[in-house]
């Protein structure tokens, strides 16, 4: 793994039993946010992490603004993400959300982020997918929202699958994909964080996607896979609510 990888990881591992709590203390006891389930979302998400070795790649939908915390939240304590560092999922947040100042980018470094300004160049883009595809071959986890932004339908579109989180798995000689979804139960659309005191709402379901086709076709091939799985999550939750 690249020196650069490793201090910031290290950096971050240092500081985490305070900066997690803090966060974990926010969304509990501030927001008053609850998730549904959530000892079996956690069984569930050791079960998987043990089944195989191989890299983990975590895709959710993405309504708010603070979707990647909630996640993480959901998938393991606070404890153990300072015991076990690595299972803390890298983020690629939007640079000019999180990282446009000097707070919010030191914030965004202790916080395992790797900032991408979406819509900017290419070169910059793909940098950044393939440190996230350097990461996962060496044992770390990552998260990444495949539509590529905030849903401005409130709902999952297979038609926003973006390539990059293909790409990533095109790269990676084998490699699962955790879909997570997760809807507070007084989400409409898409907002900046959920309702306060809201009942958070969260499936996850293992995949691993295969293609027949080559080179970018491939990429999207997967992208698409993985949106479509999030698809059929969110038609399981709309019809439970029934």
Not at 15 to 40: D, H
Not at 44 to 54: G, H, L, N, V
Not at 110 to 137: D, F, H, M, Y
Not at 147 to 162: D, H, I, L, N, Y
Request: contains cysteine; positive net charge.
């Amino acid at each position: 793994m690249p020196w650069r990888h490793i201090l910031q990881r290290e950096i971050g591992r240092a500081v985490s039993p305070l900066w997690i709590g803090a966060v974990v203390g926010v969304l509990r006891y501030v927001m008053g946010y609850r998730i549904q389930a959530l000892s079996e979302i956690r069984a569930k998400y050791r079960r998987i992490r043990r089944e195989s070795s191989t890299p983990l790649l975590i895709c959710a939908n993405h309504l708010t603004m603070i979707d990647s915390f909630l996640v993480a939240w959901a998938l393991a304590p606070s404890w153990r993400y300072s015991l076990r560092y690595n299972e803390l999922p890298w983020n690629t947040p939007e640079r000019r959300n999180f990282a446009a100042t000097r707070w919010r980018a030191l914030l965004a470094y202790l916080s395992k982020c790797i900032p991408i300004t979406r819509g900017g160049r290419p070169r910059e883009a793909a940098a950044v997918l393939n440190r996230v595809a350097q990461l996962l071959r060496n044992g770390e986890t990552a998260l990444l929202f495949p539509e590529g932004g905030r849903s401005r339908t409130g709902r999952v579109e297979v038609k926003s699958a973006a390539p990059g989180v293909g790409r990533i798995v095109s790269s990676l000689e084998s490699c699962r994909v955790l879909c997570v979804y997760l809807r507070g139960r007084a989400q409409e659309t898409w907002s900046w964080k959920p309702v306060r005191g809201d009942r958070i709402h969260l499936d996850i379901e293992c995949i691993e996607p295969k293609s027949d086709h080559r080179g970018v076709r491939r990429s999207r091939d997967f992208a698409r896979q993985i949106v479509a799985q999030l698809e059929r999550m969110e038609r399981k939750y709309f019809d439970g609510r029934q």
